[in-house]
């Protein structure tokens, strides 16, 4: 029985952990405040899902790619993405 219940914990815990991987957040949207981004293409470079470009000099995140993952948030020099 108790390797019942370690196997069943093990297989929930990991079922969480890619639940939580699992894909874009459609209901979790970055912003970028286009009066404080400079166009500078380092959210575009550094985002491993390529949600992100550099449109007429301002960051568009496309929320059907965003994992939110905040590599974004982390790398851009103005803080224009929250």
Avoid: W
Wanted: net charge negative; charged share 15%; glycine share 4%.
């Amino acid at each position: 029985m108790m390797r019942f219940t370690k196997f069943l914990l093990i297989a929930v815990l990991a079922l969480a952990v890619l639940a939580a991987c699992d894909g874009p957040l459609a209901n979790a949207l970055l912003t970028v405040d286009t009066s404080r981004c400079v166009g500078c293409s380092e959210c575009e470079e550094v985002c491993p899902y390529n949600a992100i470009e550099v449109i007429d000099g301002d960051a568009v995140i496309n929320p059907n790619l965003c994992h939110q993952c905040n590599r974004c948030i982390e790398i851009c020099p103005e803080g224009a993405i929250f």
